[in-house]
Every structure is written in C-alpha cells, then in structure tokens.
C-alpha cells in the first residue's frame, strides 16, 4: 500500500512537470513587420513594430496577431487611404497567422531555414501559407525572420483604377521577431 502511493506520488509529479514544461512559451509584443509595394510610380513602404507572437517551445507552434491600424507610412494621407480604403481596418483590424514551424526540435542557436506552415488571415480572408524563415533558438530567445510575397487580390483587397500604377499588385512582407521566454 505504501509502495502505491508512492508510484502514485511520482506518476502525478512527473505528470504536473511534463505537463509545465509542455507549456514553455517564448513571447514578444515588438515584432516587427515592413511591407513594401514597387510600383511604377511610386513605392509604398510602411512599418509596425508592435505585432504580437507566441511560440510553443515544445510544438514549435506559432501565432502572430497584427493590428492594422499601427501601420506607419512617411505620407500620412497614404497611411489614411490604407485603413479606410484598402485594409478597412475598422471593419478587420487584425491579421492573423496561426501555424507551425516544421521541424522545429532541430532548431538551436546556429541561424538555418525552416519551412513555417499555416494559414494568414488578412482583410477577413484565410489562405494556407507556407515560407521559408530563418530561425535560431537559445535558452534566452527565439529569432524568426524573413520575407514572402502576398498578393493583393487573394485577400480581396481592390485596387481603385484610378491608382493602379501606385500600387503593386504583389506586397512585399518582411519580418523580424525576437521572442522572449514568458514568465507568469
């Protein structure tokens, strides 16, 4: 009977620390993110440097929330014409990425390309997406970086004629996160 609840102590103490440490998370709330458009008459560039990410560090599962209104362009009337007419940031206000960075318990402190799976949620449409992004992991960090091209009308984001020759077709996205590990 003692052995018993013994094995029963160690089963439900193994079982409370796998279950802790299956919940090791790396977080930042200053991801950044840069889009630019090459068009023939003008280039359009615009940043945000506070997108939001987690990373399960025993899953290698990932999520990135994005508010599209802190979007920050040179010309502010560009920055206007963003959210009101093209991202209709009041009706969608995030963009959304949930997916997984495959093979990710290969990944260590040595920088190496790995494959990020998932589905992006931008203007209220989700597309399965699949890119390359460069990654290191130390006990301290997390570093995801990288770039891909979105195309504007799989996310039924129009184009107004009249500005056609302003805006590409075909959006540059690139991106920098250097997550933390959370602490509660």
Request: charge should be positive; glycine fraction near 4%.
């Amino acid at each position: 009977m003692k052995y018993k609840k013994i094995w029963i102590s160690a089963v439900c103490l193994l079982f409370l620390i796998l279950h802790t440490s299956a919940q090791e998370r790396y977080i930042t709330t200053s991801g950044k993110i840069n889009f630019f458009s090459k068009a023939t008459l003008e280039d359009i560039t615009a940043d945000n440097d506070k997108v939001s990410s987690i990373i399960d560090a025993t899953t290698g599962d990932m999520a990135i929330k994005i508010s599209i209104k802190n979007f920050e362009f040179k010309k502010k009337l560009m920055q206007e014409h963003f959210n009101e007419n093209y991202l209709e940031s009041d009706i969608y206000p995030t963009a959304m990425f949930k997916g997984n960075i495959l093979n990710f318990n290969t990944m260590d402190e040595n920088s190496k390309e790995f494959t990020v799976k998932g589905k992006i949620t931008i203007h209220g449409v989700t597309k399965a997406i699949e890119i390359k992004a460069n990654c290191i992991k130390t006990a301290d960090f997390i570093k995801v970086s990288g770039n891909f091209m979105v195309a504007l009308e799989d996310f039924k984001i129009k184009i107004p004629k009249i500005v056609f020759m302003k805006i590409a077709e075909n959006i540059k996205v690139t991106f920098n996160f250097n997550h933390k590990p959370y602490k509660k």
